[in-house]
């Protein structure tokens, strides 16, 4: 099983649309957690953190279960510029430094 | 500021050959990661470092596999014997704040062993 699963999708939704990402880990040790995004062949990029009081920003709402070890984004009013793989991200704890372990990723597709 | 830099872009080599990966952190970054990304894959982490040291090794996946950091800036990342299934993205990352600060990642290099 891997640490941190993800659906990977594609998700195909038209403008405008609101979509959901969820994502569960399995490293109760887990301290942080974040969304990258990464377009087509380029880097990941910090899209958010997640906190367990939840945290918004934008159009992007994140959320953290602890309890259940789960992980959801929320993008509403799709843009056509959303389209790219969202990865979903672990910082384990018990380390001396934040140690990532990424999800597959899910692909969004938002088309006119 | 300059983000994160990678040299080469794209490497194409042959079976069996050596390769030398770059990755020049952000300025002042103390911690410095490499990644990998295969094709379909996520990624996969293969080291760490704070400083010149590499406290976490343990995603390297054989002994073909090395790296160093010099000055506590510059890291190369070396695989010798390259094989087909080296093929992948190796991205590098730097953070602050001891190594808990949020990762900023490099283009990567684009690596295909023929």
Redesign the interface.
């Known amino acids: 099983r891997?640490e941190?699963e993800q659906d990977p999708g594609p998700f195909n939704v038209p403008e405008g649309a609101t979509v959901a990402f969820n994502c569960t880990y399995s490293n109760s040790a887990s301290q942080?957690f974040f969304w990258y995004r990464q377009d087509c062949r380029?880097?990941?990029?910090?899209l958010m953190s997640v906190y367990s009081s939840g945290n918004e920003d934008g159009r992007f709402t994140a959320q953290l279960n602890r309890a259940s070890q789960y992980i959801s984004l929320l993008i509403r009013d799709s843009k056509l510029s959303d389209s790219a793989t969202y990865?979903c991200v672990a910082?384990a704890g018990g380390?001396?430094?934040?140690?990532?372990?990424?999800?597959?990723?899910t692909i969004l597709t938002v088309h006119p | 500021g300059a983000g994160v830099s990678q040299s080469p872009s794209n490497k194409v080599t042959e079976k069996g050959k050596d390769v030398e990966l770059r990755c020049d952190p952000i300025s002042g970054h103390t911690a410095l990661y490499w990644y990998r990304q295969s094709l379909g894959q996520g990624l996969e982490f293969l080291i760490y470092f704070q400083g010149n040291s590499a406290p976490d090794k343990s995603g390297l996946p054989s002994d073909r596999f090395s790296a160093e950091r010099t000055g506590g800036s510059v890291s190369t990342l070396t695989i010798q014997r390259t094989q087909q299934e080296d093929s992948a993205v190796y991205l590098c990352a730097s953070s602050s704040g001891g190594g808990f600060g949020t990762q900023y990642f490099g283009p990567g290099t684009r690596l295909t062993v023929l």
């Open positions: 891997k941190v942080s380029k880097e990941p990029k910090l990865l910082g380390t001396s430094y934040g140690k990532l372990t990424f999800g597959q990723g």
